[in-house]
């Protein structure tokens, strides 16, 4: 009787230490659909099919958040009692267009920052009468329109 050398190898133990266990599955699919048999469809499980449409939703509710907030901010009415005067140089106003869609900005200057106040498109149209220069000192009277926001829309504009 012959002694098994043990680094010596046959070729079905070979390929069953050396190839992956995944490829076996592999050739018996392609061994069906080369056959013709019909190959049977992998179904999802309910919570894969949750996971995997998660982030549309969640997409779906943020967008929709957000259209809600902007819709109460363009018609809400400025908060009287919330009013601030600011005090600064006009800086510029956004969007250049002169489209009446959008959100319009009137870019104020103060001794902290530069910030965007809200502006309705019939405050712009008539702020843009009113000639305004980059740098001229204003006065602007501005509220928030929903409680508690920090976006705060022009009430009245005043040279100095």
Excluded at 67 to 86: A, C, D, F, T, Y
Excluded at 128 to 134: D, G, H, V
């Amino acid at each position: 009787m012959a002694a098994h050398d043990p680094y010596e190898r046959d070729e079905n133990e070979e390929r069953s230490i050396w190839s992956s266990k995944f490829d076996q599955p592999k050739d018996k699919m392609r061994e069906r659909m080369e056959s013709g048999a019909p190959v049977p469809q992998v179904k999802k499980t309910r919570s894969q099919a949750l996971i995997t449409s998660l982030p549309v939703l969640m997409l779906i509710v943020g967008l929709a958040f957000h259209w809600w907030g902007e819709s109460r901010q363009k018609q809400g009415v400025p908060i009287e009692s919330e009013h601030q005067w600011l005090q600064g140089a006009f800086d510029r106003f956004t969007p250049r267009d002169d489209k009446a869609s959008g959100k319009h900005y009137l870019w104020l200057t103060t001794e902290e920052r530069t910030r965007p106040l809200r502006i309705s498109y019939e405050q712009k149209k008539s702020l843009l009468n009113a000639n305004y220069e980059k740098g001229d000192a204003i006065d602007v009277k501005a509220a928030p329109t929903v409680e508690g926001s920090s976006t705060l829309w022009v009430m009245e504009v005043l040279a100095r």
